[in-house]
Nanobody
């Protein structure tokens, strides 16, 4: 059972990136996926959660209107589209699997975690 986050990189302020979270060893069909990030010297924080069907998407206030989440269960993959990136979005981004987005900001409710992908927003 493994989650693999990918798609990070270096981008200029105002730019875009799309992160992917791919599952292996299990199907994401029955799992909600949360995205978290950890900036240098800061605690890990919740960014987004997408529900099992994709009909529910929740976002931290800091990214609302700039980030969107989607999923393709045929590819067993969840995506985080990040637009209008700011230097303060620089962090390692993690995806994690939980049964529902209820209480999504609580890290303890997630059963599986990916290894993280680094996003750097800088000119």
């Amino acid at each position: 059972v493994q989650l693999q986050a990918s798609g990070g990189g270096l981008v200029q302020p105002g730019g875009s990136l799309r992160l992917s979270c791919a599952a292996s060893g299990f199907t994401l069909d029955y799992w909600a996926i949360g995205w978290f990030r950890q900036a240098p010297g800061r605690e890990r924080e919740g960014v987004s959660c997408i529900g099992v069907s994709g009909g529910t998407t929740l976002f931290a206030d800091s990214v609302k209107g700039r980030f969107t989440a989607s999923r393709d269960n045929r590819k067993n993959t969840v995506y985080l589209q990040m637009n209008g990136l700011k230097p303060e979005d620089t962090a390692v981004y993690y995806c994690a699997a939980t049964r529902s987005c209820k209480g999504w900001g609580s890290q303890s409710k997630y059963d599986y975690w990916g290894q993280g992908t680094l996003v750097t927003v800088s000119s």
